[in-house]
């Protein structure tokens, strides 16, 4: 098989007021639809050690490892996993026990060279397909499928991504970039990207590409318990080439 594969399937849902946590004890309170039941007590059980960034953002943020105890049902309405049950979880919080907190992008302290293509389709009725290749590392490529139709998760979503590392999958150059990825792959298909429009941004010595544009292909894979997915990319999703320098 060509490729190292790695299967990753979440659900997320958005109950609010869901984790209290004042450093050393807290709660997880969640409920959502018949799918995901959470009563559980979260305990410290070290110090909390002081970190620069999480998230995305910088400031007085700090670190715990703490112990959760009680309750947690997750339904997945699947012969494979069926229904997921934890009385003891054990993990780390990150919160901010006061001061300022910055989450706006820092400045890049150096030049990185990297390429990726994204390719996106949303619609009402089907699963949100979301397309990621690149040549960087020896070459990657992720295929994620966001299931939200309300109906049958009662709001809430499932991802589904299949990653794949170890071949590279793009070939050419601006305006046309060709995609492929053989039989024996965990993630099948091909398609091209074609640009429509491309910029270039310079900060310092750095210099961005950016191309925006169609992609027509076919790309499938096959998910333990959610079973085998396939989707048509078309022109009328998004589609944009991004290489840094």
């Not at 997921?84 to 030049?111: E, K, M, W, Y």
């Not at 089907?126 to 490529?141: A, E, Y």
């Not at 910029?199 to 590409?209: A, F, K, L, N, Y």
Request: glycine fraction near 12%; hydrophobic fraction near 35%; charged fraction near 15%.
């Amino acid at each position: 098989m060509n490729g190292h594969a790695e299967e990753l399937h979440a659900f997320r849902a958005a109950p609010s007021h869901t984790v209290t946590f004042d450093g050393q004890r807290g709660r997880w309170e969640a409920r959502f639809g018949g799918l995901l039941t959470v009563e559980m007590t979260i305990t410290a059980t070290g110090a909390p050690q002081a970190v620069g960034e999480s998230q995305g953002c910088r400031g007085e943020l700090a670190q715990v490892p703490v112990d959760l105890r009680g309750s947690l049902i997750l339904r997945t309405a699947t012969k494979f996993f069926r229904t997921i049950r934890h009385a003891r979880l054990t993990g780390n919080v990150t919160f901010n026990p006061g001061g300022p907190v910055d989450c706006t992008l820092p400045q890049a302290g150096s030049c990185t060279q990297s390429s990726t293509l994204s390719v996106t389709k949303q619609g009402s009725g089907f699963p949100s397909v979301t397309l990621l290749m690149s040549p960087d590392s020896g070459g990657w490529t992720s295929l994620s499928f966001a299931d939200r139709r309300a109906s049958a998760f009662d709001g809430a979503t499932w991802y589904h991504v299949m990653r794949v590392a170890g071949l590279n999958p793009l070939a050419g150059l601006l305006p046309t970039i060709a995609a492929r990825l053989p039989a024996t792959h965990p993630i099948q298909g091909r398609g091209a990207f074609t640009a429509q429009q491309t910029s270039i941004e310079t900060h310092g010595s750095c210099r961005t590409v950016s191309a925006t544009g169609t992609f027509t292909g076919t790309f499938r894979t096959q998910f333990a318990g959610w079973g085998a997915r396939a989707v048509i990319l078309d022109p009328a999703g998004y589609a944009q080439y991004r290489e840094e320098s």
